[in-house]
């Protein structure tokens, strides 16, 4: 299986309620972050056959935003694996749940999305992965242990979608 471990998009300023926090919604900058994400997964042809979300209103806005984006048809099923509480252990029943499956997205939270990502490449959470809002990481789960394949943040998608947009033809001279 291939799965995309995704941090939630930039939401703004968290709250100091924990009841008002869950609800907090994207800000434009991160369904812009979202939107760019998407293009990049479709550019890498990347295909998914369940995207999961936390509950929190955040992550499954994240979710719907870059399935819509990919083409995704099907209801994003939602875990509290992914909450942020959720425990390494509950993470792995849900991977479990979803074994059969080639391509798996999931968003969550840091800072157990880095965690999770840390645990699955290093066995033993040794590894020190910095997740931006809206990073994706695409790791080969079929590989043991399992394989790191890339990890793209929003910063980094967006330097090289401008220095690609510019065209690298010289213009014609106008005599």
Known sequence: MNLYLMRHANAGMPRGNPTLD??????????????????????????????????LKRALQTAQFVGTELGYEAKVEISPALG????????????????????????GHNPNVFQFLSRLV???????????????ARIDLDRHPPLLQWLID???????????????????SRK
């Open 22 to 55: 869950a609800r907090r919604a994207l800000i434009k900058e991160g369904k812009d972050q979202c939107m760019l994400m998407a293009r990049v997964l479709s550019a890498l042809k990347v295909q998914v056959d369940v995207i999961v979300s936390s509950p």
């Open 154 to 172: 929003p910063r980094t998608a967006r330097s090289i979608y401008l220095s690609v947009a510019k065209s690298s033809r010289p213009k014609p």
């Open 122 to 136: 290093s066995g033993d959470g040794g590894a020190a992965i910095r997740m931006r809002k809206g990073s994706i």
């Open 84 to 107: 942020p509480g959720a425990d390494y252990a509950a993470f792995q029943k849900l991977l479990a749940k979803y074994a059969d499956r080639e391509g798996v997205l999931v968003v």
